[in-house]
């Protein structure tokens, strides 16, 4: 497709479970971003690949957030052992350069409901 | 660290109304700034940018200037539509410290009524 892909749209699943929300970025954008949206705010950032590699993940909450983008394209949030807390919209979003001038393009994001 | 901070809503508009929307920032070195908009139902999209200090950005009658001496990138419309009904991000991105993360404010909803 033209626009960056998430899947699922929407996740429910119960405390404590494993989770993966997946991203398919825009054709040949190499850097890729994950971000989390709690109701009422603005986008939180979790993590950024460029390429293959994460370049800033720096974002990320604790270590049962990991994200992995092994071939350069695709990419996956892993979630584990959900906490009701984790519920939120994350958002995709991918960019064609690099530096601080290039339009991010943001995928409709998936939302995560924890029981 | 850098940060935005903008102006809280909700912010509730008649329609041909002047649209401003406050946002200022705190960073290292010189970031781009950005507006982003969602509308219902959307992802989130960007509505215009400014990459150095005096630049204006500007699309669909939107218009946003970039005060490096005030640390400030205010929206502004002279004349809102219906259409305009959408939350409106501020953010800036900068290369400072090696991250090219966009950093984002909290939003402001605004409701444009006919």
């Known amino acids: 497709g033209a626009g960056v892909s998430q899947t699922p749209s929407n996740k429910v699943t119960e405390k404590g479970k494993y989770v993966e929300l997946r991203c398919d970025p825009i054709?040949?954008?190499?850097?890729l971003y994950w971000y989390r949206q709690s109701l009422g705010q603005g986008p939180e950032f979790l993590i950024y690949?460029?390429?293959?590699?994460?370049?800033?993940d720096s974002g990320l909450p604790n270590d049962r957030f990991f994200a992995v983008r092994p071939e350069g394209s695709v990419s996956t949030l892993k979630i584990q052992r959900t906490e009701r807390g984790d519920s939120a919209v994350y958002l995709c979003?991918?960019?064609?350069?690099?530096?601080?001038?290039?339009?991010?393009?943001f995928g409709e994001g998936s939302r995560l409901t924890v029981l | 660290g850098n940060s935005v901070t903008q102006m809280e809503g909700p912010v509730t508009l008649s329609e041909e109304a002047f649209l401003t929307i406050n946002c200022t920032y705190t960073?290292?070195?010189?970031?781009?700034l950005f507006w982003y908009v969602q509308y219902p139902g959307e992802g989130l999209q960007l509505l215009l940018k400014?990459?150095?200090?005096?630049d204006k950005g500007s699309n669909k009658g939107f218009e946003a200037t970039y005060r490096k001496e005030t640390t400030s990138f205010h929206l502004e419309k002279g004349s809102v539509q219906v259409s305009d009904s959408a939350v409106y991000f501020c953010?800036?991105?900068?290369?400072?410290?090696?991250?090219?993360?966009?950093?984002f404010g909290k939003g402001t909803k605004l409701t444009v009524n006919p």
């Open positions: 960073a290292t070195g010189y970031p781009s």
């Open positions: 979003a991918s960019s064609s350069s690099g530096g601080a001038v290039g339009e991010l393009f």
């Open positions: 054709s040949g954008h190499t850097a």
């Open positions: 690949f460029q390429g293959t590699g994460a370049a800033d």
């Open positions: 953010a800036l991105r900068s290369t400072q410290g090696g991250s090219e993360k966009l950093v």
């Open positions: 400014a990459t150095k200090a005096d």
